[in-house]
């Protein structure tokens, strides 16, 4: 066993290894992948009205050593940070280490006044449910016990228990997670800042600049956390322990304590991964509120191609990603205690949960409806004397900034946004699954990848296959798949160190037996679930690449394209912005039902 931990560890230091220089590899490959001329770039990042003659430009290729090729620059900028020196700015020629000291550090004062957030979002969702389990009922209390069978006898218990992790708490926690971080950051500055005036609208020098932005991106980090942390709640409570415990006179207080240890440590790093995705995942909200953070600083470096500067800010947030893993390990660890390095995990039986429920029909009717009729419509005709028009007969859903119909761009859209996001979906869910399967190449892996701004990667995809919706699908999956392998990888070593598959080992099962009948089971249903609620967030995440350039171009009627053309006006035509936000939504509830609809609940989540 001991031989098995040091090979995990291994595979963990290799992978992040690997990944790293994969990263760094490709972004000083930036200017000979894109096609874009790196010197025009930095000539007009250093002087918009400096003419850009062919002298000018051979000078600045010479001066920055362009003219060699990529191999050898790359050589001096590593040989540089092993001594400490990260180089200096090409476009002012100011040093570059400070400048990213200076992003990281107000990134993560951002991260944590944000996580605060999430938290306490995450814990007010889950709570319902970690109470009614503590007390043993749900809808009519603890009257019978679980068979092997999974059926149960008459009455609630755990029963009930498990009936209660996917209600209207649920549905909350995925609406909130569907929420478009610059949707809310938009709403936020136009409510609490201008028409109230509560709160300052952008900047960064008092605490009280913190609020907005910590709540923009606090919100939807703690619907998806919050239902992760519901989904595996009613899985622990049904195990036989917890039983015990409460048949032996364990307070409410006692059993909580125990099965919050029990159920978190498959989500710890999905914690990590929350927090590191906080610091360099915000360039949106970090661009609303004019935040001079890390983010920001890499993508306006991206912009310019100001290699040094984009190098050093992609490494400081993998190291933070790789720092942040390494905690999260420890703490699951912590947690698991020495059952996980004895193979002594109890698993509970799998029980099906038949959640049946208006929720579903009612949100798949109104995406129908609205879809089919605004397939009969013209989504590219334009109605001049109708812009910015509310709902009317001609416009039921009213017209954007161009005068085109709304209606008609949001049912012309489903087809673009719901199918392209269900086949990134797909495959996120598909390469995590594969990845997961050897958790020391996972953890790695995923805590690299997640380090990556997706914007960052859907300029690096941009420069080779340019920008549009491919592109934009490409540079989505490779960053949607880390959080999903990292839930993955933290199943299978769960189920992996259950004692009943010792008992199989022993009698000689074989490994492929033991995959395909145990691994396979207890953990493709909880990664799936988990993958159908980033469903909107993988929507969304397209539609911040369009809105950038990046995706989706204009005049396609993507709903997050619409969406971002919208918001310069929310304040005149809200109903323009709100339309294909609705819609996103409705998304969120329509995938939080099929997610918990008929689940089988079992293993670690």
């Known amino acids: 066993m001991l031989s098995h931990v040091a090979v995990t560890r291994g595979g963990v230091l290799f992978s992040r290894i690997v990944a790293l220089v994969a990263i760094v590899v490709v972004i000083?490959?930036?200017?000979?992948?894109?096609?874009?001329?790196?010197?025009?770039?930095?000539?007009?990042?250093?002087?918009?009205?400096?003419?850009?003659?062919?002298?000018?430009?051979?000078?600045?290729?010479?001066?920055?050593g362009l003219d060699g090729g990529p191999l050898p620059l790359l050589g001096e900028w590593l040989g540089g940070v092993v001594r400490g020196d990260f180089g200096r700015s090409w476009a002012n020629g100011s040093a570059v280490l400070p400048a990213v000291l200076s992003g990281l550090g107000v990134s993560l004062t951002l991260m944590a006044a944000a996580l605060a957030v999430t938290l306490a979002l995450a814990c007010a969702l889950c709570t319902p449910t970690l109470i009614r389990g503590a007390r043993g009922s749900q809808r009519g209390g603890v009257r019978g016990t679980l068979r092997r069978d999974g059926r149960g006898s008459s009455g609630g218990g755990a029963r009930g228990i498990l009936r209660g992790g996917g209600g209207g708490t649920g549905a909350m926690a995925a609406v909130l997670g569907a929420l478009p971080e610059f949707l809310i950051a938009t709403v936020l500055l136009v409510t609490l800042s201008v028409w109230l005036g509560w709160l300052p609208p952008y900047g960064w020098q008092e605490p009280r600049h913190l609020v907005l932005p910590a709540l923009a991106l606090g919100i939807p980090a703690g619907g998806v956390l919050g239902r992760l942390v519901d989904d595996t709640l009613p899985a622990a409570f049904a195990e036989p322990w917890a039983g015990l415990w409460r048949s032996a006179g364990c307070g409410p207080g006692v059993i909580a304590r125990a099965v919050l240890r029990r159920a978190l440590p498959a989500l710890v790093p999905q914690l990590g991964l929350v927090a590191v995705g906080l610091a360099g995942g915000a360039v949106a909200v970090e661009t609303v509120f004019a935040v001079p953070g890390i983010g920001r600083t890499a993508l306006g470096a991206a912009e310019s191609q100001d290699l040094p500067l984009l190098q050093a800010a992609v490494l400081a947030l993998v190291l933070l990603g790789v720092l942040a893993g390494i905690l999260a390990s420890a703490a699951r660890h912590w947690m698991l205690g020495p059952s996980l390095r004895d193979a002594a995990l109890s698993l509970p039986t799998p029980v099906v949960s038949r959640v049946v429920g208006p929720v579903p029909v009612v949100c798949g009717a109104v995406l129908a409806v609205a879809v089919g009729w605004g397939l009969s419509l013209d989504p590219l005709a334009v109605d001049v004397a109708a812009r910015l028009a509310g709902p009317s007969w001609d416009h039921p859903l009213g017209a954007d900034a161009l005068g085109r119909d709304v209606l008609a761009r949001v049912g012309h859209g489903a087809a673009a946004t719901l199918g392209v996001s269900a086949?990134?979906?797909?495959?996120?869910?598909?390469?995590?699954?594969?990845?997961?399967?050897?958790?020391?190449?996972a953890a790695g892996a995923a805590e690299v990848a997640n380090a990556v701004p997706p914007v960052i990667a859907g300029i690096l995809v941009a420069a080779v296959l340019g920008p549009g919706m491919p592109g934009a699908s490409v540079a989505v999956a490779l960053v949607s798949w880390p959080a999903l392998a990292a839930h993955a990888a933290a199943l299978v070593s769960e189920v992996r160190a259950a004692a009943h598959l010792t008992a199989q080992r022993a009698i000689g099962s074989s490994p492929v037996w033991i995959l395909t009948h145990h691994v396979l089971p207890a953990v493709a249903g909880p990664v799936a679930r988990h993958a159908v609620l980033r469903l909107p967030g993988?929507?969304?995440?397209?539609?911040?690449?369009?809105?950038?350039?990046?995706?989706?171009?204009?005049?396609?009627?993507?709903?997050?394209?619409?969406?971002?053309?919208?918001?310069?006006?929310?304040?005149?035509?809200?109903?323009?912005?709100?339309?294909?936000?609705?819609?996103?939504?409705?998304l969120a509830a329509l995938a939080v039902s099929l997610s918990t609809a008929g689940r089988r609940t079992g293993g670690a989540a």
Do not use: H, K
Not at 543 to 570: C, I
């Open 538 to 586: 993988i929507a969304l995440a397209m539609a911040s690449l369009g809105f950038l350039g990046l995706g989706a171009q204009p005049p396609a009627p993507e709903w997050g394209l619409t969406l971002a053309e919208s918001l310069p006006y929310v304040e005149r035509a809200p109903w323009a912005a709100l339309v294909p936000a609705g819609m996103l939504l409705l």
């Open 423 to 441: 086949l990134v979906c797909a495959a996120s869910y598909v390469i995590a699954l594969t990845v997961g399967l050897l958790p020391g190449l």
């Open 28 to 64: 000083g490959l930036l200017p000979w992948l894109s096609g874009r001329d790196a010197a025009l770039s930095l000539l007009r990042a250093r002087s918009a009205e400096q003419e850009p003659t062919p002298e000018a430009l051979e000078a600045i290729r010479r001066d920055l």
